[in-house]
């Protein structure tokens, strides 16, 4: 007979090991009087078998509002902010009796991609301290990785949840725009934006998104959608699906990860899969960056403009209110925040905003009809979030001291979910050196259910629980 555990152990034995990861640097505030309360409350309720969310316990970034409780966005210039609102999100897990551990570190605002640029500092890397967690998610990721949480809620307007899912190993999801309420989420690009969840199991993502998915009046770009039953209708049945490879040859991969990708792929085609390997656009493909950074950073520098310490936000003294603003403004935000707030603030004046944003909106409804066009061959497609694994933080800070003419534009390539509003998902794939690599499966908007079918498939045939961290038998 299996253990029976109640929700208060549970809760007690999830703040011990969140005690033992504090290294990690993953929490902003814990909920911990909270939790524990709610838990009591739980242990009181009769089991409901059929909910499966009944006393789980999950962590937030705390970009998502919960009410009376520190919500900072990992910002100095909203240290002090207690929402008197809780997010949608949070009141549906609420309703569903899980229970919300912490607030998890953000790169400031939802703006970084390293997990470097939280106010409470860097985040690490579960496998490996001295490695990056990637971001904007980073605290969600870390914590989930470190197997303290089976679940945890991120942001993704970027890359945010899929890429640092891939640098710790875990399960990143973000779902087609619009499918998860984003009231109470604060706002970093509105037209890109979405809410997502870090988990160990594919099976665990569509039990969160049966909790999640629902039309939010409080959210004008909620949709109503006739997707549901996300657990119920996973399927890993792949027989005749058409899945493209995204510029397969391009790549700078090493053996290893090749022969772990080739593996992975010739697994789809023995269960009946059709797989195709094509480029995406050349000259769209080198766009992906300039249209995101001026696209979402025109959107922050319009969104956070109540941020002035006035309004909102932690309030600098000065002689009158522009020089407050100024005040509050120059030392509530980080290097990074006020670098995208200057191009933003470029890309949107008089003189630009042509040649910048507007050129920016258009280049993105070209990606838009090349992912429509793709979508109408193939049901789904495969990128590398990454082909390398986590980097050092040294190298990181050391590389943001030189401005480099090198990019690698394949990196970029989570960028189209986002610009189309599509569902993506970064499954682990392989370690290498005893850190994680993912792979990435996106689908036409709305085809939620089509990611995780794959993403179950292929899970079951990676195995990589077996290889999970910590374990001595890799
Ligand atoms: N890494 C991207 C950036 O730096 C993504 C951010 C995000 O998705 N919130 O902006």
């Not at 027989?239 to 510029?247: E, G």
């Not at 023995?270 to 480029?279: E, P």
Request: charge should be negative; aromatic fraction near 8%; proline fraction near 4%.
């Amino acid at each position: 007979m299996s253990e029976i555990i109640t929700p208060i152990q549970l809760v007690t034995s999830v703040y011990k090991r969140l005690e033992e990861w504090k290294h990690l640097n993953g929490v902003v505030t814990s909920l911990a009087p909270k939790a524990i309360k709610h838990a009591k409350l739980i242990s009181q309720t009769p089991m409901d078998n059929s909910n499966l969310l009944m006393g789980i316990p999950f962590v937030m970034k705390d970009n998502i509002a919960t009410i009376d409780s520190l919500t900072t966005g990992s910002s100095k210039i909203l240290a002090n902010f207690t929402p008197n609102y809780d997010s949608t999100v949070n009141k549906y897990l609420t309703k569903a009796s899980a229970i919300n551990i912490a607030k998890t570190a953000l790169d400031e605002l939802g703006m970084g991609g390293d997990g470097l640029y939280a106010a409470t500092g860097h985040v690490l890397n579960p496998w490996n301290p001295k490695h990056i967690t990637g971001g904007s998610s980073s605290g969600s990721a870390a914590l989930v990785a470190a197997g303290i949480v089976p679940f945890a809620l991120g942001t993704d307007t970027g890359d945010s949840i899929r890429k640092p899912a891939a640098y710790c190993g875990i399960i990143g999801f973000k779902p087609t725009y619009g499918l998860i309420s984003r009231n109470g989420v604060f706002p970093y690009a509105p037209s890109l934006d979405t809410v997502g969840v870090f988990t160990n199991h594919v099976e665990d993502v569509a039990i969160v998104l049966d909790n999640l998915v629902h039309h939010d009046s409080e959210d004008f770009t909620s949709v109503h959608s006739t997707q549901k039953d996300y657990v119920k209708n996973l399927n890993t049945n792949i027989q005749d699906k058409n899945i493209a490879i995204l510029n397969y040859d391009s790549y700078q991969w090493t053996p290893d990860i090749k022969q772990a990708f080739d593996d992975a792929v010739n697994s789809l085609v023995t269960d009946g899969a059709k797989i195709h390997k094509i480029n995406f656009d050349e000259q769209l493909l080198q766009a992906l960056l300039p249209v995101y950074m001026i696209i979402s950073f025109a959107e922050a520098t319009s969104c956070h403009a109540n941020l002035t310490g006035i309004n909102f936000g932690e309030r600098i003294a000065g002689n009158d209110y522009s020089q407050v603003m100024t005040n509050s403004r120059t030392a509530g935000f980080g290097d990074m925040v006020k670098r995208r707030y200057i191009i933003g603030a470029y890309a949107l004046s008089a003189n630009y905003q042509e040649e910048l944003f507007n050129k920016a909106k258009k280049v993105r409804r070209l990606v838009v009809e090349a992912l429509t066009q793709i979508f109408k061959k193939y049901d789904a497609f495969i990128v590398m979030p990454t082909v390398t694994s986590a980097p050092t933080i040294k190298d990181v800070l050391e590389q943001k001291k030189v401005i480099s003419s090198k990019h690698d534009y394949l990196e970029d390539l989570l960028l189209l979910s986002n610009l189309n509003g599509g569902p993506s998902i970064t499954i682990p794939l392989t370690t290498v050196n005893n850190l994680p690599i993912g792979i990435n499966i996106n689908a036409t908007p709305f085809n939620d259910q089509t990611v995780l079918d794959i993403a179950q498939f292929l899970s079951n045939y990676i195995n990589f629980n077996n290889k999970m961290l910590g374990d001595e038998n890799e």
